[in-house]
Nanobody, 126 residues
Framework: QVRLVESGGGLVQAGGSLRLSCAAS????????MGWFRQAPGKEREFVAA????????DYTDPVKGRFTISRDNTKNTVYLQMNSLKAEDTAVYYC???????????????????WGQGTQVTVSS
């Protein structure tokens, strides 16, 4: 079982930036796709971004394309989410997620999450 610990959330004004980090432990990090989901109050958890095991391929939900960037450092067992040009509608709890199958393509990631972090709050004031 992999353990995921997020950090980097907080309060920011609209138009600002934040970088979320997720440190993983408990298995060979570099073999698995990783990603981020978010859940706003009163809404279901939704997919935000994913990166494949090697970091060469990424996927994003349309509302964040061009503003968010997912990346990973396999030497540090860490995945990042750089969030720029933040909007009030980005306010949510952000969850780090780890895929459950080694070397799986990220196209399948949304339905193949094996582990979740505890979440970190991101609040964007307008």
């Amino acid at each position: 079982q992999v353990r995921l610990v997020e950090s980097g959330g907080g309060l920011v004004q609209a138009g600002g930036s934040l970088r979320l980090s997720c440190a993983a432990s408990g298995r060979t990090f570099s073999r698995y796709p990783m990603g981020w989901f978010r859940q706003a109050p009163g809404k279901e958890r939704e997919f935000v971004a994913a990166v494949n095991w090697g970091g060469s391929t990424t996927d994003y939900t349309d509302p964040v394309k061009g503003r968010f960037t997912i990346s990973r450092d396999n030497t540090k067992n860490t995945v990042y989410l750089q969030m720029n040009s933040l909007k009030a509608e980005d306010t949510a709890v952000y969850y780090c997620a780890a895929g459950n199958t080694a070397y799986a393509p990220i196209q399948a990631f949304k339905g193949a999450v094996g582990s979740w972090g505890q979440g970190t709050q991101v609040t964007v004031s307008s």
